[in-house]
């Protein structure tokens, strides 16, 4: 390959190092095995299953996690797809406070027009993810369930792939708080919807 000139490096993956001879400009996404590490790190068979952290599975990885972060104090600018994640990295990194950096939130995905009937009746929250800890879904359901003992007229919604299998890790800690939840009968399990049907979701 012939060799490039470049003035302005763009790294969209720390993992896989910066160049020297110019100015480097890389992408944070989160820190979020850092802020998490005992979840991300831990040898216990409930957590290293998880599909995320498959790579981070020692104390060992956990130091090389560290120094690659470290390389973000290194750089000429940061772009961040979210606020909290630059509060994190100035946290941890105090050094990177320095640094020019911008918050660029990933762009929404384009969804088709919805089209079709109101799918429940009630008002209902809805939640779009993963089911893994840092989502806290036990948490979300708690706060559900004082809301409905107020008396807030409202149904819950979780979609996702892991909502639906009952073999990943924090599933079964989830159907436990449902299964005593008074208000159980107005938390919905959809798993993975297509884009039509999720439209429809977002739009009522």
Known sequence: LPKVEADVFVQPDIFYGLKSGVKNVTVLYDLIPLIFHDEYFSLKDSVVRLRRIKQFKT???????????ERYQNVDHILSISEASLV?????????????????PLAAQLLPSPTGKRPYSAPYAIYVGGADSRKNIVGLIDIFDDACKLGVKLDLV???????????????????????????FKIHLKGYVPDTELALLYEH
Do not use: W
Request: charged share 20%; hydrophobic share 40%.
């Open 158 to 184: 979780l979609v996702g792939n892991d909502f639906l299998n009952m073999n990943f890790p924090e599933m079964p800690s989830i159907m436990a708080r449902i299964n005593i939840s008074p208000f159980k």
């Open 88 to 104: 994190d990295l100035h946290r941890l990194y105090p050094k990177t406070k320095k640094i020019a950096s911008t918050v660029t």
């Open 59 to 69: 104390q060992q990885n956990l130091r090389i996690f560290k120094r690659v972060t």
